[in-house]
């Protein structure tokens, strides 16, 4: 068993819809959570990232860690076909740096 | 800022053959990882460094990858021999903190 697990996908959803992209993960050592954006041929870009539990909003983007379930997730608010992309979720332990990264869903918003 | 830089862009070589890539950091980030990034995979961990220090390699194939930073800014690292299963997207990406990281564009290798 991976100790991150994410639906590829693909996703399709409609312009101006509600995304929900989530990961699960094994390790409860896990405290730093981390979502990417990467386009396609271009290096993974940093969106969110959160400490614990909670929930965290940028603009469109709301990340959640569920630490009692192992369940992380973004959503992404009206979306735009702009957000078509690969997402993927990272987490790290307290203490290191050492990351691990989900395999990415795959993201399109059609127009 | 200027972002983290990579090069080549692009490496297409044959077996055997060695290869190098070169990444330069955020100017201040003294963390610097090498990832590499099969197809439909997300990043894998190669190597971390803190300042020059290599303080995570243990999935390094140390048989015929090897890397260094010289002066704890830029780093290079090595392929030699190249094989096929070699052929992937080698990312670098610097930290300033534990929960950031910013990537670089990648160099993609096709090893034919």
């Known amino acids: 068993q991976k100790e991150v697990e994410q639906d590829p996908g693909p996703l399709s959803v409609p312009e101006g819809a509600i995304v929900s992209l989530n990961c699960t993960y094994s390790?409860?050592?896990?405290?730093?959570f981390m979502w990417y954006r990467q386009y396609s041929r271009k290096g993974p870009e940093l969106l969110m990232y959160?400490?614990?539990?909670g929930n965290k909003e940028d603009g469109r983007f709301t990340a959640q860690v569920d630490k009692s379930s192992k369940y992380i997730s973004l959503f992404i608010r009206d979306s735009q076909p702009s957000d078509s992309a690969t997402y993927l979720c990272?987490?790290?332990?307290?203490?290191?740096?050492?990351?691990?990264f989900g395999a990415g869903t795959r993201l399109f918003v059609k127009a | 800022e200027a972002g983290v830089v990579q090069s080549p862009r692009y490496k297409i070589i044959e077996k055997k053959q060695p290869v190098a890539f070169w990444c330069n950091p955020i100017?201040?980030?003294?963390?610097l990882y090498w990832y590499r990034q099969n197809l439909g995979q997300g990043p894998e961990l190669l190597i971390r460094?803190?300042?020059?220090?290599?303080?995570?390699d243990s999935q390094l194939p140390k048989d015929r990858f090897s890397a260094e930073r010289l002066k704890g800014v830029d780093s290079t690292l090595k392929i030699q021999p190249a094989e096929l299963g070699d052929s992937a997207v080698y990312l670098c990406a610097s930290s300033p903190k534990v929960g950031e990281q910013y990537f670089g564009p990648g160099t993609r290798l096709t090893v034919t």
């Open positions: 100017s201040g980030h003294n963390t």
């Open positions: 460094y803190e300042n020059e220090e290599a303080v995570d």
């Open positions: 990272a987490m790290s332990r307290t203490g290191g740096f050492k990351t691990i």
């Open positions: 959160t400490y614990s539990s």
């Open positions: 390790n409860s050592a896990f405290q730093y």
